[in-house]
Nanobody, 127 residues
Framework: QLQLVESGGGLVQPGGSLRLSCAAS????????IGWFRQAPGKEREGFSC????????TYADSVKGRFTISRDNAKNTVYLQMNSLKAGDTAVYYC????WGLGYNNCFQKNRYNYWGQGTQVTVSS
């Protein structure tokens, strides 16, 4: 059974950076596409970045394009999210989700495509 654990969240000033990690255990992560999602208070969980199981393809929402970078190290069973130029609007609980590669990569921002989720890590951007 795949288990995911996010880490790296915290309080950061506007313009600052954080790197989130999504560590997997139970099975090898290279069989899964990974998506990063976030949920702000009173809002739906929204997907904003995805990476294929091999790491060869990445996708970003316009809201984070050019500021966030998703990557993975399958040898370490971990996916990363480097977040730069953070804004107050990025404040949310951040989650990673995993979907088996055989189910395809299209529509990777749709949360109902993901079978496994971590518990989330809080990111707060404030001065």
């Amino acid at each position: 059974q795949l288990q995911l654990v996010e880490s790296g969240g915290g309080l950061v000033q506007p313009g600052g950076s954080l790197r989130l990690s999504c560590a997997a255990s139970g099975v090898t992560l290279d069989m899964y596409h990974i998506g990063w999602f976030r949920q702000a208070p009173g809002k739906e969980r929204e997907g904003f970045s995805c990476i294929t199981h091999s790491g060869e393809r990445t996708t970003y929402a316009d809201s984070v394009k050019g500021r966030f970078t998703i990557s993975r190290d399958n040898a370490k069973n971990t996916v990363y999210l480097q977040m730069n130029s953070l804004k107050a609007g990025d404040t949310a609980v951040y989650y990673c989700g995993a979907t088996p590669w055989g189910l395809g990569y299209n529509n990777c921002f749709q949360k109902n495509r993901y079978n496994y989720w971590g518990q989330g890590t809080q990111v707060t951007v404030s001065s």
